[in-house]
């Protein structure tokens, strides 16, 4: 403990004091309340520089209950060891004035800087104005995460906080002036951009920022002045340029509108020479038609008479069709009458032929009854044969009932075996309907294991890869080698695989577990060595830790909430139960719920317990070095990733060896089966021999009867066929006698179709006859036709020219009126009428359409040689010529603007750069000084790689430690982590004594350093705080070299913690101080 030369008391009311602990024995602190701090002060006098802080006060913030802490006007050294609030102070600092709760690295919300278990705490910070302190308090809302602002007791805004602040140029964002523990890091980081930002707000003019923030903002719109400026000349060349490239197409615009004046002219007089060609066309037309028209009357009045005698030939001609439609009827009557004759002729002859088939049919009938009566005479004579052969077949009996009842026996076996078959396949289909059980189980117990195995080679792949070659070579091990954790592991249930992927850390869940040392080499050997494979290995315990109990029941941890140890949340081999169980102790962690996380202060105090899991979060508990405290951290669980797939090998292997036990069941049920169908087999054909001797036997028994039977219905049969007899000659003579008188009548009814014939002749010649007058008639007539169908024919094509004329001249007539309708539209000053002369304008031109069209044609493909103009191309050049002008005049306005902003810039630049560099001389001056009093070099110098540039610029920090290297710039990588401290440290007190901010705040920035550096640091910050008109200075360390030098202007404040603090309420400066004096003067000199 370092005490300082000079120790001054100031009485408070507050619960902390300022004491003076010279003597180790005489330093009592107070008791603090779970955990709290009190923190003795002390203090020199000197005087506050504006905005200094007077006073910190504390209520349920971090580690404290109450608490407040008295700073004095210069160097203020926090000490105290780890976990006892040093940063806590540094963090009501940054909250009290309006800092963000993530700038301390800590937490984004200002709610868990509430202690645990308060719903509200209070940070209230005074700082020292010459017009009176400016008391500002925070009080923080853990429920709604808000906080509540005053000033001098006054409710306010944070707006108002952080002007007030401001306004006393307090910045606690800016790492040059705010520097907390979990950002040391960060100021190496810094961009030579930022690094110069901050160093303008902490130790610059105020308006050296303003000016710098002015200068890029000008120079902003600078460049875009440039470049707008750069753009209008741009684009005024591109007119200019366009513009004499279009001067020659407008004059060669023009000379095509000459061109086409022209052909507007001639195109005006067109349908006027068209009009009066069309109506000298009209008139020869009218002629040609009133000739035509007389030949057509001519013609008609010549075809009168030929039409009378044609009329007069068809009245001849249907008087003649009509006689000889008459005979036509006659004709097909007498037809008819034949037709009929000849149908009853034909009727007789089928008559007469239907007599002799039947006949026919007869004399068959009777010729096949004698050749039946034959054959059955003969039949009964060969059974008759037949039967006195037969024996006798009563002895027959008892050999057909022996072989019946050897039938019924070979039955009966065989319906016992189909029985026995039947349940054979039943046994078989149940145990095939078990195997396809048992196959689907152990398929979905592969996919799962695919998944795990799919996850470690998506993430592993080079353990992936060792896991297959091990599985190929087993056989070089001896002892048992098992596969990665992570594929071992079975959870019981998937929600608890966070707790084991959280505990054991992945590089042990992807390891593989030895049981021999020498099987691990062997392995690492092939695998690392040979094959480059990136794989970790581990030796399980020769005695095994598997079933080790743990120290203390679970019984006795379920009044917390906790419900199993991690080792009872999954299976695993063995080896890696019993490696986990030594590595990780899982049979001594146990696992809660929420209920054990609502309790866990209590948990923590009673159950003593190293290791916690709760619902969603692990808690680390240890015991503090110095005051034999317990400490408690606690961490959120990350969500598991590999072991959410369970797959239980035990229940596996179980299946694999049931499948073996029906595979060998149905290998037993077929053999029967086989034994079984041999048997039926055997019955079946037994059968077949039995039955068909029962089959011989009663044949022959029954053969002599049924021969008796056949000779009696043979018998039978011959008597009727013997009475059926017919007399074939008196049916001959019936038949002859009925054909005789058919043909008499045939006779008579042939006489009569003669006459009938001949009638029918002399009808047809009468018609014949009539038909060649009639066709005389006819051939006349259609010469008749002819000569007037030749007339008609002239008559028709000449009343067609006739039309055809007619058409033509209404067709003229209406285009002559088109034409000069048109004609007019060409000239509106026509005056109307037909015969209307040209004017006056067309004197000049041709006067016929052929000098017309050969002039437009001429006149059109001069000024098609005009190719590429438009109409509006002239428009456009004089558009074009106007916006010359217009932007020409802006451009010029833009330039003088620009003039202005650059004169502006010269201007701020001056009063920016050069108080800069002077800014960065000093800065460079005494950090150069403060790195060459420890025999190393630094410099600090303003960068940039353009000098127009003005957000480029920046302030570059080059240091050496080493006087064989060259000077290097300060980044988070080039140098170690000591001497970044170092050089950070170092920049901070070169910018102490230039430093318009009213205090500084530095958090453990001697950590990383080495002894010598941390002595020679910490001289020149206690030498350069301590200086007159200084501002203030807080430096945080948990630890002190020894015999280092002290200041009188030095405040030291110790922060203790331990199990015998004083209660906030008894802590009581004065008593310990009349104590002090009291044991001084009893004391013999």
Known sequence: ???????????????????????????????????????????????????????????????????????????????????????????????????????????????????????????????????????????????????????????????????????????????????????????????????????????????????????????????????????????????????????????????????????????????????????????????????????????????????????????????????????????????????????????????????????????????????????????????????????????????????????????????????????????????????????????????????????????????????????????????????????????????????????????????????????????????RDNKKLRVNAVIAPKSSYADKAPSRSLNELKQYGFFSYLRELFDAPDPVMSYLCCQYHIHEVPVGTEKTRERIERVIQETRLKQIYTAEEKYVVKTSFYSNKVISSNTSLKVAQFLTVTVDLEQRRHLEEQLKEIHRKLQAVDSGLIALRETSKHLEHKDNELRQKKKELLERKTKKRQLEQKISSKLGSLKLMEQDTCNLEEEERKASTKIKEINVQKAKLVTELTNLIKICTSLHIQKVDLILQNTTVISEKNKLESDYMAASSQLRLTEQHFIELDENRQRLLQKCKELMKRARQQVPTIPNGHNSSLPMVFQDLPNTLDEIDALLTEERSRASCFTGLNPTIVQEYTKREEEIEQLTEELKGKKVELDQYRENISQVKERWLNPLKELVEKINEKFSNFFSSMQCAGEVDLHTENEEDYDKYGIRIRVKFRSSTQLHELTPHHQSGGERSVSTMLYLMALQELNRCPFRVVDEINQGMDPINERRVFEMVVNTACKENTSQYFFITPKLLQNLPYSEKMTVLFVYNGPHMLEPNTWNLKAFQRRRRRITFTQPS
């Open 1 to 527: 403990m370092a005490t300082p030369s000079k120790k001054t008391s100031t009485p408070s009311p507050q619960p902390s004091k300022r004491a003076l602990p010279r003597d180790p024995s005489s330093e009592v602190p107070s008791k603090r309340k779970n955990s709290a701090p009190q923190l003795p002060l002390l203090q020199s006098s000197g005087p506050f520089v504006e905005g200094s802080i007077v006073r910190i006060s504390m209520e349920n913030f971090l580690t404290y209950d109450i608490c407040e802490v008295s700073p004095g006007p210069h160097l203020n050294m926090i000490v105290g060891a780890n976990g006892t609030g040093k940063s806590s102070i540094v963090c009501a600092i940054c909250l009290g004035l309006a800092g963000k709760p993530a700038f301390m690295g800590r937490a984004d919300k200002v709610g868990f800087f509430v202690k645990r278990g308060c719903s509200r705490g209070m940070v209230e910070i005074e700082l020292f104005r010459a017009s009176g302190n400016l008391v500002i308090t925070r009080e923080i809302d853990v429920a709604k995460n808000q906080s509540f602002w005053f000033i001098n007791k006054k409710s306010t805004t944070q707006k108002i906080v952080e002007e007030k602040v401001a306004a006393l140029n307090i910045q606690v964002g800016n790492l040059c002036q705010f520097l907390p523990q979990d950002k040391v890091g960060e100021f190496a980081k810094l961009s030579k951009i930022e690094l110069l930002e901050a160093t303008e707000k902490s130790i610059g003019p105020p308006e050296m920022h303003k000016y710098h923030c002015e200068l890029k903002n000008l120079r902003e719109k600078e460049k875009q002045l440039e470049t707008s400026c750069k753009e209008k000349t741009e684009y005024l060349q591109k007119m200019v340029q366009r513009n004499e490239r279009y001067k020659q197409d407008v004059e060669r615009f023009y000379e095509r509108k000459r061109h086409l004046d022209l052909i507007e002219m001639l195109e005006a007089k067109r349908p006027w020479v068209e009009y009066e060609n069309v109506r000298q066309e009209y008139e020869e037309v009218k002629l040609v038609r009133d000739r035509v028209k007389e030949e057509v009357r001519k013609l008609k009045e010549g075809q009168i008479p030929v039409t009378c005698r044609i009329e007069e030939m068809e009245n001849e001609r249907h008087n003649l069709e009509a006689r000889i439609k008459e005979k036509a009827t006659d004709i097909k009557e007498a037809s008819q009458k034949c037709k009929q004759k000849q149908d009853v002729i034909e009727r007789k002859d089928k008559h007469i032929e239907e007599l002799q088939q039947a006949l026919i049919v007869k004399q068959n009938e009777e010729l096949d009854r004698q050749r039946r009566i034959g054959n059955t005479r003969k039949m009964i004579e060969d059974l008759q044969n037949e039967l006195k052969t037969t024996e006798n077949c009563e002895n027959l009996q008892p050999q057909i009932d022996a072989i019946t009842n050897d039938l019924r026996r070979i039955q009966d076996e065989k319906a016992l075996c189909e029985g026995e078959i039947i349940d054979k396949r039943r046994e078989r289909e149940t145990l095939e309907k078990e195997k396809k059980s048992v196959d689907d189980h152990i398929v979905r117990f592969d996919n799962l294991m695919n998944q795990k195995e799919d996850k470690l080679r998506q993430r592993f792949r080079d353990t992936y890869d060792a896991v297959l070659w091990l599985r190929n070579n087993r056989d070089k091990f001896k002892q048992r080698v098992c596969e990665p954790i992570m594929l071992t592991i079975n959870m019981k249930d998937n929600k608890n695989a966070k707790y084991i992927e959280n505990h054991i850390p992945s590089n042990d869940l992807r390891a593989f577990v030895f049981e021999s040392q020498e099987d691990m080499e062997v392995f690492l050997k092939e695998v």
